[in-house]
């Protein structure tokens, strides 16, 4: 039932006893960083005055923009040379932002993603194959540790190439999946094509969806499409990267270990904590870490906290399906992307205007998203030849930024829409979007 039983089975008031020993270690630990240190010096705190779990409340928060002005080691609680890896998150403008591991760190990260995958299901005798991309993505080389710290077969498969992908599942009798649920759409198509019906011809039982927001009615139609159990998966670079919530077999809401970080959900208009089961910013407090933990980490994700008790014994809060975020970023095909980027690349282009607009949209014949950017022309032109060279020129720029490859049109001047006030630069069209 359990991959780590004493944890996973802690009580209410089990957990926040060790909560707050961590806790008051961890702010302890946070005066080797510059950064904390220098931020508790500010508000006049010290970390004596953190006598019980309420007391958190004193710490300021942080934020992104801290970790970007911190770049790239500012927020390391250890030398570097204990460090042994680092990620960095996708899709940003300026500096990206870094999270930096010591070993302990990254075992202890395994840990966390073993435990959910366990948690719905997966044994060491089953096949895992990851399709998220390797490399800075957290969610390869995060699933990769967590799989095979359960023991299982393990397949970085990494992402694209949907016949390989097929081929693999089908050769090496692939039982539990992780992908975008964005990517299964377009798996399945393929699958079709290929004459391959996955409730026939594969062994796969176990899908692993997260990443990006998705609802569910798209669970279901992903359950329903392969005839497996699909299970959410939430994650993010700050906080390691896939294992800080997952569903159980219950798939009534993600629990999210509390004894690897603290979860405070805030109006983010007020910064005050949001009323009991209201949704509103999730903020976390990393109770586990060595070399960059982070004190009241805003996320910008906007869930609530699920009410009563999960019948599958674990007390660990649930937190709701994610309602959107509480700053502008897309995230499309798992890619974080700011509308800014895009922006800051058209305008490079002295042939453009200021007004564009993108669309997200799902193709409807493989259930794939796409961005469309609509972008006007600051003159009038109609040379063809010009016009598809611009065109290029501008997809490339932004594959290049974005790291996905939007479809770009260019229009005449003064042909979109015109909005009063304040610009809105992003049409969200898709099927999928639960917001
Ligand atoms: P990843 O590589 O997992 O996308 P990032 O740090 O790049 O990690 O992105 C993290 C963000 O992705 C989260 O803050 C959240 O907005 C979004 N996200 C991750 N998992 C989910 C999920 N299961 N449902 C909705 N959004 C998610
Ligand atoms: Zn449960």
């Known amino acids: ?82 460090c042994v890896r680092l990620h960095s998150s996708s899709g940003t403008t300026g500096n990206p932002t870094v999270v930096l591991h010591t070993q302990k760190d990254l075992d202890q990260w395994a840990e966390a993603v073993a435990r959910c995958l366990y948690m719905v299901g997966l044994r060491k005798t089953d096949v895992f194959q990851n399709t998220s991309g390797y490399g800075m993505f957290t969610g390869g080389l995060g699933f990769q540790y967590g799989a095979e710290r359960l023991g299982m077969l393990t397949v970085p498969a990494a992402a694209g190439n949907s016949r390989r992908q097929i081929k693999f599942i089908k050769d090496f009798g692939t039982t539990g999946l992780h992908a975008i649920p964005s990517y299964l759409g377009r798996l399945y198509e393929v699958m079709k094509e290929e004459g391959v019906d996955p409730k026939r011809d594969t062994k796969l039982r176990t899908l692993i969806i997260g ?31 896939p ?22 959900i805030i109006d983010p208009e007020t910064l005050e904590p949001a009323k009991e089961g209201e949704v509103g910013e999730l903020v ?10 982070l004190l009241r980490y805003r996320t910008r994700d906007l869930t609530r906290i699920l009410p009563g008790e999960c019948p599958c014994g674990r007390h660990h809060l649930r937190l709701d399906r994610m309602k959107g975020r509480s700053d502008d970023m897309i995230i499309l095909k798992g890619v974080n992307i700011f509308p800014i980027q895009v922006e800051n690349i058209l305008m490079n282009f002295k042939e453009l205007g200021t007004n564009y607009l993108i669309t997200l949209e799902t193709d409807d014949s493989n259930y794939n998203d796409e961005m469309l950017v609509e972008v006007e022309l600051s003159n009038p032109l109609t040379d063809d030849g010009r016009l598809q060279s611009l065109t290029r020129e501008i997809t490339r720029q932004l594959k290049d930024e974005l790291l996905i490859t ?14 009063e006030g304040k610009a809105v630069r992003v049409k969200d069209l898709r099927k999928t979007a639960t917001f």
Not at 37 to 64: S, W
Not at 410 to 419: D, F, T, V
Request: charged content about 30%; proline content about 6%.
């Open 284 to 293: 976390l407090t990393t109770i586990n870490r060595e070399a960059m933990p």
């Open 406 to 419: 939007p479809r770009v049109k260019l229009a005449q001047k003064g042909s979109l829409p015109q909005s």
């Open 1 to 82: 039932m359990y991959f780590n039983k004493e944890m996973e089975t802690l009580t209410r008031p089990e957990i926040e006893k060790l909560q707050l020993e961590r806790l008051q270690k961890t702010v302890s630990h946070c005066m080797n960083s510059a950064f904390y240190r220098r931020r508790f010096e500010e508000v006049g705190i010290k970390p004596e005055d953190i006598k019980t779990l309420d007391d958190l409340k004193k710490i300021p928060f942080t934020t992104k923009a801290d970790l970007r002005s911190t770049y790239p080691f500012g927020m390391a609680s250890v030398p570097l040379e204990k």
């Open 211 to 241: 990443a990006e927001p998705h609802s569910e009615e798209q669970r279901r139609r992903i359950e329903e499409m392969y005839g497996a159990k699909a299970y959410n998966s939430f994650g993010m670079s700050e906080m390691c990267g």
């Open 243 to 264: 294992g800080v919530a997952f569903e159980c077999p219950e798939q009534n809401g993600m629990h999210i270990w509390e004894d690897y970080c603290i979860v405070e």
